[in-house]
C-alpha cells in the first residue's frame, strides 16, 4: 500500500515537474523568443521593456489561459466519462461543447456578446441545455449517449453554419474562434472565467468521494451512503460550468476531456481522487504543450490549437483503444 | 411472415410484403418531391407545364431539363448513394455509429478534394480522383488501426471518430489558409451543397455512382449472410474477405464520387439507414430501403435549403444535419420513453 502512494505521489510530482517545464516553455516560445533568466529578471525586476510586456501581457496570460482551459476540459471529461461509466464519454463528442459554442454564435448574431459575462452566460446556457438534452436521452446506454451527443453536435454544427453564411460580416472574426485557439484571447478580460474554472474544479475535487461510490453502480453508490440524485445534478453542473467558461475563453477544443483520462487512468490505478488530481494537471500538461506546439510547427503564422489537440489526441486514443481496448474503464 | 415469392425463368426472389409496400411508399414520395423540386424555380410553375417541359415541350423546357433537372436529379442519386454507403459500413460494423460520416470517409474524401484543388486545380477528374484516393487512404488507415485480431465495431467506431477528428481539423486548418473569399465558398461547400449544379458536372459521378450501385446489388445476397455472424457466413458459403473488401471498395466509391461532386453531405449516411431499416421493419440493415430514404432525405432538404431563408440559398448540408440529427434525437427519445 505504501509503495502504492510513493510511486502515485512521484508520478503526480513528475506530471507536474513536466507543466512547470512547459509553462516556463510556453512562455520563451514564439515569434520573439524570451530566454528563461529574462523570464526571471522581469520578475525579480530589472527586464527590458519588451520582454516585461511580452511576458506580462501576452505570453503569461495566455500561459495561463491553456492551464485552466486544459484542466477544465479534461476534468469535465473525467467526471462525465466516471459518472456515465462510459469510456466514449466528452464534452466534445457529447455536444456540450456544441451548445456553449452555438449559444456564442447566436448571440454574436443578435448582438449581445459584447462583455465576457454575457459570453459567460450564453456559453454556460448553451452547455446546460445540451448537457441536460444529451443526458436525458442517453443515460441508460453508452453507445446512445455517444449517438445523441453526436446527432446534437452536428443539429447545432449545421445551425451555426447557417448563420454563419447568413451574416459572413458579423461572423469574420468567430472564424477563428470556430476552430479553437488561445491566439489573441488574452487580450480579453480574463478574471471571470477563470474564477469559475477555478470555482469549478474545487468543485470536481468535492465530489470525488461519492463520484468513487457512483463508479461501482446506483445501488452500490446508494448503500455507501451516496445520494446518487444530488451527486448527479451536482456533476452536471460542474461539467457545465467548466466546459462552458472553456469554450467562452477558447472556442470549441475537443478531445482533450477524452484523451486525459484515459492517460490517467492507468496511474491512478482505481482511485478516483488520484484520477481527478492526475486529470487536471495532464490537462494543463496537453493543452499547454499543444499550445507551444501551434506557435512552431508552421514557419509561417499560428496553427490553431485545436487542430494541435486533433492531432495529439486522435492518435493517442486510437493508441489506447488499441491498446486496452473500447470498454476498459 | 407474410413473403411473397417471385419469379421469372431460372430467377427467385422472397419479398417481405412490408418491405415491398414500404419501398413503394418510398418511391411514390420521392416522386412527389421530385414533382415539387422541378415546380420551384423563382416563380412556381404549374405541375402541368413542367411535365410538359419535362418531355421538352412548351416554353419551360429549357429551364425544367436543363436548369431544374440536374439538381433534383444530383439530390435523388446522391441521397441514394450516401443511403447504400451508409448500409454498407453499418453492416460491416454491425454498429449504427460505424456509417462513413462518422469514420471519416467524407472528411478523409474532403481532404482528398482539398489537395486536389491546391495542388493541381479544380478540373472534375482531378477532384474526383483526390475524393476518392482521399477516401479510399482514410477506409485503408481506419480499417488498419482498428484491426486486431479481429475487428470489433466499437473499437472501429472509435478508431474512426479519432481519424475523422484529425480530418476535419485538417481540413478546417486549409480552408483557415485560404483568403475570405474563397474561405466562404469553402464553407458553403464543407457542408455539401447541391447550389449550381450541371449536367456536364454530373455526368463523371453518375456513371460511378451507377456501376457502384450494380456491384451492391451483387453484393446483397452476401450482405445478408453476413449479418448472421461471422461464423454462420462462413458455413453458409461466404468468402468474407473477398465480400468485405468488395462491400468497403462499394461504400467508399459512392461516399468519394458524391463528395467529389457535391462535398461533404454529412448524416444521411448515418440517418437513411436507420429510418429505412424502421419504415420498412426490417431485421438487419438493409441497403434499398436505405437509399430510398436517403434520396427522399437529400431531396426534401435540399428543397427546404432552397426555400427555408429564400433569397440566401443554404448548403444542402447544414439542412441535413439538422433535419437528419433532429430525427435521430427524436428516435432515442421515443426508444427512451418506450425504456
Redesign the interface.
Known sequence: MRIDLTRRVAFLAVTVLALAVLAVASVSVGAQAVPPEEIWRVFAGGAGAEAESIVRDIRGPRTVLACCAGAALATAGTLIQTMTRNP?AEPG?LGVTAGAAFAITLGTVLGVTGSQPSRMALAVGGAALASV?VY???R?FP??L???G??????L???T??L???F?DAL?EY??W??GSLAGREQTPLALPLAVIVVALAGAVLVTRPLGGLMLGDSVAHALGARVRRVRIAVLVLITLLTGAATAVAGPI??VGLLVPHLARRPAAGSVAWLMAYTMVLGAVLLVAADIGSRVLLPTGE??V??VT??L???A??WI??RH???AL | MSALVVRAGPVSALVERRALVASCVLVAAIAGLALAALCRGDSWDAPGDVLQGLLGRGDSAVIVREWRLPRVTAAIVFGAALGAAGSVFQNLTRNALGSPDVIGLDAGSYTGVLIAITLFGGTAAGLATGALAGGLATAAAVCALALRSGVSGLRLVVVGIAVNAMLTATNSWIVLRADLDVAIAATGWQAGTLNGVEWAGLRFPLIVIGALAVLLAALSQGMRQAALGDDVAAASGLGLGRFRLLAVLAGVGLTAGVTAAAGPIVFVGLVAPQIGRRIAGAAGVPPLPAALTGAALLLAADLIAQTVLSPVQLPVGAVTTVLGGGYLCLLLFKEVERG
Open positions: 466514449l463528442v438534452a436525458t436521452v442517453g441508460t453507445l446512445r455517444v449517438l445523441a453526436f446527432a446534437l453536435t452536428a443539429v454544427a449545421g445551425l453554419l447557417a454563419r453564411l447568413l459572413p469574420d472564424r477563428y470556430h476552430v475537443i478531445f496553427l490553431p485545436a487542430v486533433a492531432f489526441g486522435g492518435p486514443l486510437i483503444v488499441r481496448g473500447a470498454v
